[in-house]
T-cell receptor, first 113, second 117 residues
């Protein structure tokens, strides 16, 4: 079975705090892709990152960083020094050999000034 | 600018009516997808198309229909057979990755919010 679990339904932080969004996935495929998308209040899903299963190197992009660990089947997302504009719902997703995207249920992040 | 457009942004339907949601892309992507999002839930795949004149059912295709006559367009019809159509509908597209045939990252449109009155 293929599944993505985002156990954190909602997280609230104050501006400038660091926050980590958890993502745990399940798949038996050896080749797969993991994604993070951001959904602001406007509704459109904005692509943030794509990582393939053979690349466990962590990535940093500005205030965003991602920690991929195959040993724990996790692909966590950290926002450093959060800002109000980071408030959104964040989705983790998995794509395997069928090319279908399997989404988690999302984590709503609220950043208060 | 290249992108995906969906229209209308808001749509109201009376029970028993069919409605069609538009999705257009000018990214020259081969694959297109329709998802449904309900409050507090992730996205669920309705239909997808990897090439023109071909499409496959996703996980929740009952009560929906699609067509793919042009590469740029992938309209979704919500029929009266769909028991609970009130939801947020998102269209996406992606390009194939050669030579594997896998598809690349999916990019999404702004969505259509459908409400049944």
């Amino acid at each position: 079975a293929q599944k993505v679990t985002q156990a954190q339904t909602e997280i609230s932080v104050v501006e400038k705090e660091d926050v980590t969004l958890d993502c745990v996935y399940e798949t038996r495929d050896t080749t797969y892709y993991l994604f993070w998308y951001k959904q602001p209040p406007s509704g459109e899903l904005v692509f943030l990152i794509r990582r393939n299963s053979f690349d466990e190197q962590n990535e940093i992009s500005g205030r965003y960083s991602w920690n991929f660990q195959k040993s724990t089947s996790s692909f966590n997302f950290t926002i450093t020094a959060s800002q109000v504009v980071d408030s959104a719902v964040y989705f983790c997703a998995l794509s395997t050999n069928t090319d279908k995207l399997i989404f988690g249920t999302g984590t709503r992040l609220q950043v208060f000034p | 600018d290249g992108g995906i457009t969906q229209s209308p942004k808001y749509l109201f339907r009376k029970e028993g009516q069919n409605v069609t949601l538009s999705c257009e892309q000018n990214l020259n992507h081969d694959a297109m997808y329709w998802y449904r999002q309900d409050p507090g839930q992730g996205l669920r795949l309705i239909y997808y198309s990897q090439i023109v004149n071909d499409f496959q059912k996703g996980d929740i295709a009952e009560g929906y229909s699609v067509s793919r006559e042009k590469k740029e367009s992938f309209p979704l019809t919500v029929t009266s057979a769909q028991k609970n159509p009130t939801a947020f509908y998102l269209c996406a597209s992606s390009r194939p990755i050669f030579p594997s045939g896998r598809t690349d990252t999916q990019y999404f449109g702004p969505g259509t919010r459908l409400t049944v009155l």
